[in-house]
């Protein structure tokens, strides 16, 4: 995925509609967080399973597809703002992770995965 | 960003730790708004002139950086498990947003875009 | 409840550390919004079941008590500095919802409810 | 507020209409961090005066005022279902509180607020 090239088209998108003056870190972090619970809501009184069988449901699965995007869009947005590389950021994140829950420790230990994770 | 490979290491990180139990799209929609609200913790009580102003405070930064890689990633594999392909929903979305908000109509009627974003 | 009590003790706790700087409405539903990201924190990894037995866990219990306070506490703050008798507001919610979710049309059907509630 | 009636009033609202099985207290904090996150929309375009403003703006106080109460309704659905009295745990917590930021401490220290509220 170019992050690059996305960023570019929203900061490009955000210029000519002037909305650089709305799109301050916090702003930004609040829009993020009201798609994510746009994506909490497709499932909120779905069963885990009914929650796995949406893939083969069209119509929820635009809508799933559209949310992910909005988070993603501000998410980018919110990084570019800030000077984040997401990439690296996640990858440094990925291995804290396995420093923080190793193997051996966290496969049997459910109740550690859910004080923490 | 090789988005493909980062959700590869993190089903097998799950897969190692048998985590994918708990990683239904349900849980992993939940995980999300979890951390997105994080993020907005760091903004809360900021105005958005400090918001703007965290770029120069490290440990500010240092704390942004890991919250916007827990978005990515729980992000990633919630579209992991549904089957969705982020950058191609993202670019869908940026042309239907270029629709819905066109220029002209979208510069000077900053109401329409606070009552729709 | 007393919640004009309980408003009238916040709102000196507010003043007295000179916090109604930081109190905007807009800054309330933040912080509410993490609070709220809190209580989903304490579930997210929980099957259904593991979420009602939660009531028989001391440690939990004592965590999702402190966040429900969190919860209203901001509920409270934001519906005075709104103007707004949460009373009021709830009763006449419950009257439009007995007329938006008919018994006969929601008892048989999930899907409408899984749609909009 | 008289909140067991409320709380007796939606027990009775949703056995009517076979809605407990969706009511586990994990789907509930869902229901809430949605809610909660619509309530962020209202005010996440907004500056801080702004925010202050909409008191005035009779459509925008309708939409808050029925946000606040789907809040309270789904935080007063939780507290039943886990057993919590809201007014205890509120009045606890403001005890808490106080222990926590001294007024001493509190009033000249932003910084310290910003990290912990």
Same mark, same amino acid.
């Given at each position: 995925?170019?992050?690059?090239? #996305? !960023?570019?088209?929203?900061?490009?998108? +955000?210029?000519?509609?002037?909305?650089? !003056?709305?799109?301050?870190?916090? *702003?930004?972090?609040?829009?993020? +967080?009201?798609?994510?619970?746009?994506?909490?809501?497709?499932?909120?009184?779905?069963?885990?399973?009914?929650?796995? +069988? #949406?893939?083969? *449901?069209?119509?929820?699965? &635009?809508?799933?597809?559209?949310?992910?995007?909005? &988070?993603?869009? %501000?998410? +980018?947005?919110?990084?570019?703002?800030?000077?984040?590389?997401?990439?690296?950021? &996640?990858?440094?994140?990925?291995? !804290?992770?396995?420093?923080? %829950?190793?193997?051996?420790?966290?496969?049997?230990?459910?109740?550690? %995965?859910?004080?923490?994770?």
């Amino acid at each position: 995925m170019n992050v690059e090239d #996305i !960023q570019s088209r929203l900061a490009v998108f +955000a210029r000519e509609r002037t909305w650089d !003056q709305f799109h301050t870190p916090k *702003n930004l972090s609040m829009a993020l +967080a009201a798609e994510a619970a746009e994506l909490l809501e497709i499932f909120q009184w779905l069963s885990d399973d009914q929650s796995k +069988a #949406i893939v083969g *449901n069209e119509e929820e699965m &635009v809508l799933g597809r559209e949310e992910i995007a909005d &988070v993603f869009i %501000y998410l +980018a947005r919110l990084a570019d703002k800030l000077g984040v590389d997401i990439e690296s950021a &996640v990858l440094d994140k990925i291995e !804290q992770n396995a420093k923080k %829950y190793p193997v051996e420790l966290a496969r049997d230990n459910a109740t550690k %995965y859910n004080k923490r994770c």
